[in-house]
């Protein structure tokens, strides 16, 4: 026994004199051989396993042609240029690809079209919001029929009922109290209210954090409104419009850094109502070979009754500037076009960036979208005023932001120093929207350095305001738009102040409300083209007073020549109504109201020889004297 013990620790003793000494021990050790072979290759294999799963991929991006019968395999492609980083890629090594599970969405592309039901009506409707082309509708703090005032203070949705005398508060809702949102969750600041056709019900629109929701709520008793559907959206909320009582949504959207493909989830726009996710279809999704990110621009189309999808598109680009016309919907996209050039010293480069936009067209004919085509132009419209549509030409005004500096090379290298020239200036353009190329434009018309503070198309005329605001001082533009290959203009050349917002009062009449020479004076000037050139017919000041820029704030009645709206100064403030007979603008009404936190929430009409006025926390009605 103990020779026995002695040998299995001689691991160097020849291999005869331990068999001779233990018969045994030659089955044991050929089994500890077998061990060890099985260790090693357990040790080998794991080693090539842990290789395998945990060695960093290369940085090459998932190879998507296995997709390539998918109707989205040509967007997946566009989206992970866009969005996918080969240094970053989703998946850092083969554990994480194979063994984190994705689940993968539903096959619910798009919504199935649907019928608004015929109601009855029990009310009138009244517009009260002054929109931009007749019959389509703009979204709004204020809505009323001939019984009711609806008023969204700013989140709790108020209800009055209204004589030519006075009005009476019947019912309030609490937005975030009745649908159970958390106040911090949404931008109050943007929420609007649509009411139906039939005056039945109200539609909310709530913009969200990376989403937009609607919610409804039925007003048909006005001394009970009850909460309704909800419906989401992906993306954060840029406009909306009511067309032929169907609710129309423009929200943008983001893809993530690295998306997984084919999770329809993290590349495509998704809406969800009732329950269900619905994807937008890839022929209702357009981009170009400029997309520089992966954003979407998504437009929807809902029935307020249901708040279900009726049909659906949308543009691979960041279009933050967004016009509904009676037939399209226009959206522009922003993009920078970068050129270089030899200087005129030797070692100099000059490069160049200028602000472009491309604008796409979306046909909303018949509640049905079709994408029309897209151009490419220079600069920038201002907001949905820069864009207009008549008899199949498209009308816009930009605003142009070019840089250029110049890099000098020496022998070392190159210098860090350089010359910087930035050029801003402004441009209108007529474009067939049937060949979508430019058939007439008037391109650097503003002086070096001004912006474009207003625009508003009516008729053949085209209005452009645009101001040094540093200085406070403006020309502003006639442009006789009736032959678009051949467009005239005229201005007034320089004057003090400038208008933030144009307002066409009919006979050859402009009004413009804004700045006068100070930031802290409100002007509203009234212009004609007379003999070739523009002149100021009459004007209205208040001083040291600040108020509110926008435009849906105000007070707007063409046939009357009405207009009013809030300013506050030191002491509190008051709604001043104005009245521009022809010939002279003059004060009519000024109604003191309790200091105004936020004026842009500012809403108020006139009913008969009453003035109604609906301010945060506030509610005031007077007597006017026209």
């Not at 009754?305 to 960041?318: C, F, G, H, N, P």
Request: with cysteine; aromatic share 12%.
């Amino acid at each position: 026994m103990k020779n026995k013990d002695i040998f299995r620790e001689l691991g160097g003793v020849d291999e005869k004199f331990i068999l001779e000494a233990d018969p045994t021990a030659a089955r044991k050790s050929t089994w500890r051989k077998k061990l060890a072979v099985m260790a090693a290759c357990i040790s080998i294999f794991a080693v090539f396993l842990s290789l395998w799963l945990f060695m960093p991929f290369s940085g090459e991006l998932e190879d998507l042609s296995k997709y390539s019968d998918s109707e989205y395999y040509a967007l997946m492609l566009k989206v992970q240029q866009l969005a996918s980083r080969p240094d970053n890629y989703r998946f850092k090594n083969n554990f994480e690809k194979y063994f984190f599970v994705h689940e993968q969405s539903g096959e619910n592309d798009v919504a199935t079209v649907g019928t608004l039901s015929e109601a009855t009506p029990a009310d009138k409707y009244a517009e009260v919001t002054d929109n931009q082309f007749e019959g389509i509708i703009e979204g709004d703090l204020f809505k009323r029929s001939e019984k009711s005032i609806f008023y969204l203070d700013p989140l709790t949705l108020t209800l009055y009922s209204y004589s030519t005398e006075s009005a009476e508060l019947l019912d309030t809702v609490n937005i975030p109290e009745e649908f159970g949102f958390p106040i911090k969750s949404i931008d109050h600041n943007n929420s609007i209210i649509y009411l139906s056709p039939d005056c039945k019900s109200i539609t909310v629109i709530l913009p969200k954090y990376q989403f937009t929701e609607a919610v409804s709520i039925d007003v048909s008793d006005p001394a009970d409104m009850k909460k309704g559907n909800t419906f989401q959206i992906s993306g954060g909320f840029m406009t909306s419009r009511m067309i032929d009582g169907k609710l129309l949504t423009v929200t943008g959207w983001g893809v993530g850094t690295n998306p997984d493909f084919p999770e329809k989830g993290e590349y495509l726009p998704q809406f969800t109502s009732g329950g269900k996710t619905q994807y937008l279809a890839a022929d209702a999704i357009s981009f170009t070979d400029d997309a520089w990110r992966a954003f979407y621009t998504v437009v929807a189309l809902i029935d307020p009754a249901t708040l279900e999808v009726i049909d659906s598109a949308a543009v691979l680009d960041y279009a933050g500037r967004v016009t509904v016309s009676e037939n399209n919907i226009f959206l522009c996209g922003v993009l920078h076009e970068r050129s270089e050039r030899a200087g005129e010293n030797e070692g100099e480069t000059v490069f160049n960036i200028t602000q472009k936009s491309t604008v796409y067209a979306i046909s909303h004919a018949g509640g049905k979208f079709e994408h029309l085509g897209n151009i490419k132009i220079d600069g920038l419209p201002t907001d949905q005023y820069a864009l207009d549509e008549r008899d199949g030409v498209l009308r816009i005004v930009t605003e142009t932001q070019e840089t250029e500096y110049i890099r000098i090379e020496i022998a070392e290298g190159y210098m860090g120093a350089q010359t910087t020239v930035d050029i801003q200036s402004a441009n209108l353009y007529c474009i067939d929207l049937e060949t979508f190329e430019i058939i007439g434009s008037v391109k650097a018309f503003s002086p070096h350095g001004e912006d474009v503070t207003a625009v508003r198309f009516e008729g053949d005329y085209g209005y452009v305001c645009t101001a040094e605001k540093v200085y406070n001082r403006d020309p502003v533009y006639f442009f006789d738009l009736s032959d678009p290959a051949n467009i005239t203009y005229s201005d007034t050349g320089v004057i003090d102040g400038y208008s933030t917002s144009l307002v066409d009062m009919g006979g050859g009449k402009l009004l413009g409300i804004g700045y006068g020479d100070s930031d802290q004076t409100l002007k509203v000037e009234v212009y004609e083209e007379k003999d070739d050139r523009v002149v100021s017919v009459c004007a209205f000041e208040l001083n040291y007073v600040e108020f509110s820029e926008d435009y849906k704030s105000y007070y707007i009645n063409r046939a009357e020549g009405l207009v009013g709206l809030t300013v506050s100064h030191l002491y509190g403030s008051e709604y001043v109504l104005l009245k521009f007979d022809g010939e002279v603008i003059k004060q009519i009404e000024s109604v003191a109201v309790p200091l105004v936190e936020n004026v842009d929430y500012t809403r108020s009409t006139v009913i008969g020889d009453t003035l109604f006025i609906f301010a945060e926390n506030d509610f005031k009605t007077a007597k006017i004297d026209q």
